[in-house]
T-cell receptor, first 117, second 108 residues
């Protein structure tokens, strides 16, 4: 099946710093990539949807200036958490979809555990 | 908007059968997914239903009734490795919305 990688798998940073997370589709070109956040014992919450070459669409309540998303190619999307604070500590997961149909399966990356001290 | 309900936790014994239910209300429906998620890992795809009926795939089966806004995931011949969270997710007009997940604990 299709493989999606994320880097780093975990990161610890000081409050106020910025952290970049990469999401790559390794063996396919992803029309659309999604970024989710998951707090302990909670479900995945969609943060934003990004299509290659265009601006990301953010879900209500997600600050676009704080969570910068760049989707420069069909195989790479990046999420930058700017000026991170302890409340941003979470499990960040990306997914990639091959086609445009909502019926197309999303392939998930392994996730990035962010801890902000 | 979309609202998805599934039980928080379930327990079962090895070798048994368990059914995890999911009910949903959604504006626009393009299908329902079931994912398995082990602690600290990303979700993995189990099934996709867009038409009413039962889809069987090995030990796992998934059922959908669109008129009732209802789905279930059936796991047969439970194994210890099936202990995980099972996420019901519904596709609307543009995005995939996840339920909170059902934590399944399989005991010997």
């Amino acid at each position: 099946g299709a493989v999606v990688s994320q880097h780093p798998s975990w990161v610890i940073c000081k409050s106020g710093t910025s952290v970049k997370i990469e999401c790559r589709s390794l063996d396919f070109q992803a029309t659309t990539m999604f970024w989710y956040r998951q707090f302990p014992k909670q479900s995945l919450m969609l943060m934003a949807t990004s299509n290659e070459g265009s601006k990301a669409t953010y879900e209500q309540g997600v600050e676009k200036d704080k969570f910068l998303i760049n989707h420069a190619s069909l195989t790479l999307s990046t999420l930058t958490v700017t000026s991170a604070h302890p409340e941003d500590s979470s499990f960040y997961i990306c997914s990639a979809r091959i086609g445009l149909s909502m019926g197309n399966e999303q392939f998930f990356g392994p996730g990035t555990r962010l801890t902000v001290l | 908007g979309q609202n998805i309900d599934q039980p928080t936790e379930m327990t079962a014994t090895e070798g048994a059968i368990v059914q995890i239910n999911c009910t949903y209300q959604t504006s626009g429906f393009n299908g329902l997914f079931w994912y398995q998620q082990h602690a600290g890992e990303a979700p993995t795809f189990l099934s996709y239903n867009v038409l009413d009926g039962l889809e069987e795939k090995g030990r796992f089966s998934s059922f959908l009734s669109r008129s009732k806004g209802y789905s279930y995931l059936l796991l047969k011949e439970l194994q210890m490795k099936d202990s995980a969270s099972y996420l019901c997710a519904v596709t609307g007009y543009s995005t995939l919305t996840f339920g909170k997940g059902t934590m399944l604990l399989v005991s010997p």
